[in-house]
């Protein structure tokens, strides 16, 4: 199916009559003249040429027709919206140009005109230019919005070439026929003659595209499937609408003329880049009417305002009714309002007044921090804000600051205040000027429509008071000699009587005197000195001696003033050295400095004069003095100084005579520090105090003391008998130590012990209990003997108890039977036993715990454990029952 032939305009340009488009530019005269030739008749969306728009105004973003049966697209294209016949006479629109953004406006004009052309012969060489025959006939469509018909409503006719040969069927599809919208369109089977069945809203469908179809009445396609697009033109049947019912906006009372207040905006649905959406803005009523304050653009809705300035103080808001009308505001274009609240904001255009010029107060002599008058103000302004505050000044008559002045917050008034006490006797009447001022600037603008600070006079009136004394100057001068004789006579501190300005009838009294040099005369107020005063001794030192006067009236009222006593330095104070003790390091320091200070003033001091002292002709010879400036001196030593400690005394003298000698002790050290030499003489000087000393003859004694315990105790202990009372407990020893070196004894009874000193003592007794040996705790008791194991070893090897049988040992000394044994062990262990079956209150305990040292594992006699047995008659049964090798080691030591 081929496209469709060229629009007819075109087609009629071989004939002779043409139009002439011509271009004009009037806007700033920045576009360029173009000429179009076209037919004099235009069909409907033909298109007639095209414009460079870009070369006229590069950023407009919005393009609009004057004529409304053209339209211009935004690449330039100048389409007919209708069917033109241009006649003879002439016809122009206008294409207007907007940038938004800048506000800029342009415009092209556009005419219309015949001009008859003559054909050239053609030249034989030329090609002849032919159209193809073309098979469809679709003619572009358009319908009208809303059209009333009558439906249905024929739109065009579609027809196939091939209709001449066969008979051809036409059918459609898409959106309308049997898409959404259903049923809107349908086409004669066999004339292809298009309908409509309703009208159509524009703003819901712009266009159909439908797809027509030609086949045979077998079946058969004869053509393809041709595009019929569909187009309904629009009406204007859409109000435009303000995207807000109401509007509100604020504008400070201070804006200047042309100020933008805000802006208002509407919509159109209909046709885009048409008269249809073509909108104006106006103003319709302001409310209040006069005066006119605020104007609108009437293409982008921005509204201005149009007077030099706005008071609020007047009206503090207006309403606008905005309008917007289509059709670029023609009488026939649709209409619709909005409302735009404007708030003018407060400024501070108006200066506080005082409600009077003058004003008057009184206080009474001597009050201070009491308030003694409020002004009041008027302001225009907002109130409680800023531009309504007042900030009030003293601008005159405060130099001596006895007043201030604050704002009451609340009232807004200017709150007065005494700080300083007045004196009626110098001022009986204060003349103070106010000034009156915004917390906020002045506006700018209004700055010429206002005068200076707005001012206030306020006279103050002092009232008198009967007062007392007054001691003025608070602090009074007197100069009194160092070291003056005490009863020296002074004059001192004076007081007077304000109303009087005289002395008499006054009091005077000492309230503070730190050294208690000065007494005071109670009726004239003179002092007499009655100590020595000494310069020197004040602390902090200083030349002048504060004493703290009381005067005192009739009526016993007081002031309180100080009474400054100069003290005049004298020479009574020499020069002090202030070194003792020095080190030097020979033969790194080749010298020392030394120093002085003198008390008194610098005119009774440096410089100073450094010599020897009365010194013997030895200490002339080592030592030297050299000056180094007014309070300093060198002191050097000869080469051949021997390391020693040496006496150097040294007379320094003011430059009065004031001379005082001081003896140095210098230590000539063989050192590379002085640091060296004083840690050597502190460890040599070191001294036992007598604490010290006491602790050491307390631990002497105390040493005495153990020693003479322990010989009372040998003593005693050789003079004891028969056995001792804790022997029950040490009736069976089991040791595991037998290597060399220990001194083991042989009693008679059998049992090995250890000696004390490897000697034996002769008697049968403990000698030792819980002694370690090898990690194994024994209990031992001896029998007596003074044979040592150590008698009956060979060269240090082991040795049984069989090999010491062979020894001399006196076994008949200690010698026992087992029945006196028995005798004397048994009443003592039920007797120990006793005592260990009870707790700490003496009640009989169930079991009595004691630990063993571990015997071993696998132990043919087990573990020793409590002393269950303790209630048997023969508490020594259990030796019978230790097994053969018991017997028999038993047998060889009691075998005599």
């Not at 003198?598 to 030297?624: C, K, Q, V």
Request: charged share 25%; proline share 5%.
């Amino acid at each position: 199916m081929a496209a469709a032939e060229p629009p007819i305009p075109l087609r009629g340009a071989l004939c002779g009559l043409l139009l002439t488009l011509t271009v004009f530019n009037f806007a700033c005269e920045a576009c360029k003249m173009v000429t179009f030739n076209v037919p004099s008749r235009l069909e409907a969306d033909s298109i007639v040429g095209r414009v460079n728009l870009k070369e006229c105004l590069r950023s407009a973003d919005l393009i609009r027709s004057g004529d409304p049966d053209f339209r211009v697209l935004d690449d330039g294209s100048v389409y007919t919206a209708s069917t033109v016949v241009v006649s003879d006479e002439k016809r122009s629109f206008t294409i207007w140009l907007y940038d938004t953004k800048t506000r800029t406006q342009k415009e092209i004009k556009v005419l219309l005109e015949h001009q008859k052309k003559v054909l050239r012969k053609r030249h034989a060489k030329e090609a002849v230019l032919r159209r193809s025959k073309r098979r469809w006939a679709p003619i572009p469509c358009s319908m009208q919005e809303n059209s009333l018909g009558p439906f249905p409503l024929f739109l065009q006719q579609v027809q196939s070439d091939a209709a001449q040969n066969y008979t051809i069927f036409y059918s459609i599809s898409g959106h309308g026929v049997d898409q959404e919208p259903l049923n809107l369109f349908f086409i004669e089977r066999d004339t292809g003659n298009l309908y409509c069945t309703r009208p159509v809203d524009r703003e819901e469908y712009e266009v159909f595209d439908l797809i027509a179809y030609a086949s045979t009445a077998d079946g058969y396609s004869a053509d393809i499937p041709l595009p019929l697009p569909i187009r309904v033109e629009d009406e204007n049947d859409n109000h435009p609408i303000f995207t807000e019912a109401i509007y509100n906006f604020e504008v400070p009372e201070s804006s200047r003329l042309g100020t933008t207040v805000g802006v208002v905006c509407a919509t159109d649905k209909d046709e885009p880049d048409t008269m249809h959406t073509r909108l104006k803005y106006s103003i319709l009523e302001q409310t209040p009417k006069s005066p006119g304050l605020f104007s609108v653009h009437p293409r982008t809705g921005v509204i201005t305002t149009v007077a030099h300035y706005l008071d609020r103080e007047t009206v503090d808001k207006y309403s606008l009714i905005m309008k917007v009308q289509d059709m670029d505001g023609q009488v026939f274009g649709l209409i619709s309002t909005s409302t735009c609240i404007i708030t003018i904001k407060d400024s501070n255009d108006n200066a506080p007044t005082f409600k009077q010029n003058t004003y008057e107060a009184s206080v009474e002599e001597n009050a201070y921090n009491v308030e003694i008058l409020r002004i009041s103000v008027e302001d225009k302004d907002l109130i409680n804000t800023a531009n309504w505050r007042a900030n009030f000044t003293i601008l005159k008559g405060n130099e001596n600051g006895h007043f201030k002045i604050s704002t009451d917050r609340e009232t807004n008034e200017g709150v007065l205040y005494v700080v300083k006490p007045l004196n009626y006797e110098e001022n009986q009447q204060v003349i103070l000027e106010i000034g009156a001022s915004n917390e906020a600037p002045f506006s700018r603008d209004f700055t010429f429509r206002t005068t200076a600070m707005n001012r206030a006079v306020v006279t103050v009136h002092v009232r008198d008071q009967d007062e007392g004394p007054e001691c003025s100057p608070a602090a009074q001068y007197v100069r009194i000699q160092e070291n003056s004789a005490v009863g020296s006579k002074i004059n001192g501190y004076k007081a007077y009587d304000p109303e009087t300005r005289s002395t008499s009838g006054l009091r005077y009294k000492k309230l503070h005197d730190p050294q208690g040099w000065i007494a005071i005369n109670e009726m004239s107020g003179s002092i007499t000195t009655s100590k020595i005063l000494d310069r020197e001794a004040m602390t902090p030192r200083n030349d002048l001696y504060n004493i703290t006067v009381l005067a005192i009236d009739q009526d016993g009222r007081s002031c309180t003033g100080t009474l400054v006593v100069n003290i005049e330095d004298i020479n009574d104070n020499p020069p002090e050295i202030l070194q003792s003790y020095i080190t030097i390091c020979k033969p790194k320091m080749r010298y020392t400095d030394i120093s002085a200070v003198d008390p008194d003033e610098p005119i009774h001091g440096a410089p100073f004069y450094f010599s020897l002292a009365n010194t013997s002709p030895e200490t002339n010879r080592m030592w030297t003095l050299t000056k180094v400036n007014d309070t300093a001196a060198r002191l050097s030593y000869q080469k051949n100084a021997e390391f020693q400690e040496y006496s150097v005394p040294i007379t320094v003298k003011d430059r009065e005579g004031q001379s005082a000698t001081k003896t140095l002790r210098i230590n000539l050290c063989d050192c590379t520090h002085p640091s060296q030499c004083l840690a050597t003489r502190r460890s040599a000087g070191v001294r036992l105090g007598k604490w010290a000393i006491l602790a050491i003859l307390l631990g002497i004694a105390l040493l005495f003391s153990v020693l003479l315990t322990l010989v009372c105790g040998v003593v005693g202990a050789k003079k004891r008998k028969g056995f001792p009372e804790d022997l029950a407990q040490q009736n069976l020893i089991i040791s595991n130590t037998e290597a060399p070196g220990d001194d083991k004894v042989c009693s008679t009874n059998g049992f090995m012990t250890q000696t004390v000193n490897n000697s034996g003592q002769g008697f049968c007794g403990t000698m030792g209990s819980g002694v370690k040996n090898g990690g194994q705790e024994t209990i031992e008791m001896v029998k007596g003997g003074h044979q040592t194991l150590e008698s009956c070893r060979g060269t240090g090897h082991h040795h049984t108890l069989d090999s010491c049988r062979g020894g001399h040992v006196e076994m008949d000394n200690c010698r026992y039977s087992y029945s006196e044994w028995h005798n004397f062990t048994q009443p003592r262990l039920g007797e120990k036993l006793h005592l260990c079956n009870q707790n700490e209150d003496h009640v009989p305990s169930p079991d009595y715990v004691l630990t063993y040292n571990y015997e071993g594992r696998g132990s043919p006699t087990g573990s020793v454990g409590c002393c269950s047995e303790k209630q048997e008659d023969d508490g020594l049964d259990f030796l019978n029952n230790l097994g053969a090798k018991f017997t028999t080691l038993a047998e060889t030591c009691t075998k005599r």
